[in-house]
């Protein structure tokens, strides 16, 4: 018996760069991560890259709560999209990047949600072909 979900990614979406940057006041949000989309059994899988990039930012536990926030925010997306896709992925942190004061979990969780969106479009672009990328 076939399904009528189909899953998500259809293939593997590498560099998926997602920018959260709001200035509504003092302080603000930001925060930036790189992710990649891979195919998977089912489910979401999260982990972090052994050569995580990380710009702007020493200390190793907000650096986990800031993950830990990326993952949620993911997780969330993917769930809660409306998209009537099923996951099956696995989701790999290859960079984040901070601001020295306006970086804090909730502008990763939002990070997070807007690389599943970019990665859902990436997913229905169609192919470029080399000569249009040289632009």
Known sequence: M???TATFPPHPIRGVRAVYARQAGCPSDFAEVTVDFEPWETGITFETASELAVDGDDD???QADCRA???AGIRE???QSGTGL???TAVVLRRMRFHPVD???RAFRQAGRLAVRNALAAAHRP????NERQG
């Open 69 to 71: 926030a990326v993952e």
């Open 77 to 79: 997306e993917l769930t």
């Open 2 to 4: 076939e399904s009528d």
């Open 86 to 88: 099923s996951p099956a």
């Open 127 to 130: 192919p470029q072909a080399a």
């Open 103 to 105: 970086s804090h979990p």
């Open 60 to 62: 190793p536990q907000w």
